[in-house]
């Protein structure tokens, strides 16, 4: 537990800043919904946009004059910042001893490196936890104005359970790379390398059907709000998908951290 609260206490100055980040642009957001919500003037400048276009940002599938069209569109901003913010942490914990210098200190204490281990990828996954439940708070509480329905809050609540589920994918993979990675710091920008290319994955396999096969390879695709909000409920396939890659990718941190070398 030592451990645990000194690196969450350590990692408490980023989750503030990520989450006052989140919540600046939900607010922002929010205001400018004023110019889409009930206004049917925006439905017409909405279709003169060129398909390519609308189809990339997911503006085609959502009606963004209602509550719930406009946070549809906003969740693959939800899920993009928390899937950098989970590839940060996740990386963070395990490169940062490296990086300061202090992993000769940490680990001649008669713990094991799987405690270790144990204590620092619970303290980014708290972090993840904080940072979804902050997008959700504010959320509920910037669109009180607009009078939220039941259909809202229930868009919102899945919103929520997908942006978390991807945050773990990316947490996971982020610590499973500083776990392989020599030396660990590097990870943090292979991590969100490979966030920006599932981002983009999920942007073309939007555009064009010929690119369709992509969906597979981005969770940003696993977790479409326009399927989901449709469907209402996550698609279970995907859901275990991404259990499944979470699941390997802990289970290759355990496998090849206790035995890695340790740059001091």
Same mark, same amino acid.
């Given at each position: ?168 994918? +990316?947490? %996971?993979?982020?610590? @499973?790379? $500083?776990?392989? &990675? ?5 990870? /943090? #920008?292979?991590? *969100? ?29 696993? +977790?479409? %709000?326009?399927?989901? @909000?449709? $469907?209402?409920? &996550? ?5 275990? /998908? #991404?259990?499944? *890659? ?19």
């Amino acid at each position: 537990m030592n451990i645990f609260w000194h690196e969450w206490k350590s990692g408490l100055r980023s989750l503030l800043i990520w989450s006052g980040v989140m919540a600046l642009f939900i607010l922002i957001s929010v205001t400018k919904m004023a110019g889409y919500v009930n206004n049917p003037e925006m439905t017409a400048v909405l279709k003169s946009l060129p398909q390519a276009v609308a189809a990339a940002f997911g503006l085609g599938a959502f009606d963004l004059t209602t509550l719930d069209g406009f946070f549809g569109v906003m969740f693959v901003y939800f899920a993009l910042m928390g899937a950098i913010a989970a590839a940060t942490w996740g990386s963070g914990v395990l490169s940062r001893e490296e990086s300061g210098k202090t992993a000769d200190f940490l680990l001649t204490l008669p713990v094991s490196r799987s405690r270790v281990l144990t204590a620092k990828a619970l303290a980014a996954l708290v972090n993840c936890l904080l940072f979804t439940l902050v997008t959700g708070v504010v959320s509920v509480l910037a669109v009180q104005s607009y009078q939220p329905d039941a259909s809202f809050y229930r868009l919102l609540l899945l919103e929520m359970e997908a942006m978390f589920l991807i945050e773990l994918i +990316f947490l %996971a993979i982020g610590l @499973m790379l $500083a776990s392989l &990675l020599r030396p660990a710091w590097r990870a /943090v #920008s292979v991590t *969100i390398g490979l966030i920006l290319a599932s981002y983009f994955a999920f942007a073309v396999s939007n555009i064009s059907k010929d690119f369709d096969f992509l969906k597979y390879f981005t969770p940003f695709k696993y +977790f479409d %709000a326009a399927v989901f @909000m449709q $469907a209402g409920r &996550l698609d279970g396939v995907y859901v275990l /998908v #991404s259990l499944l *890659i979470i699941l390997a990718s802990i289970a290759v941190v355990y496998g090849a951290y206790p035995r890695r070398d340790i740059y001091i």
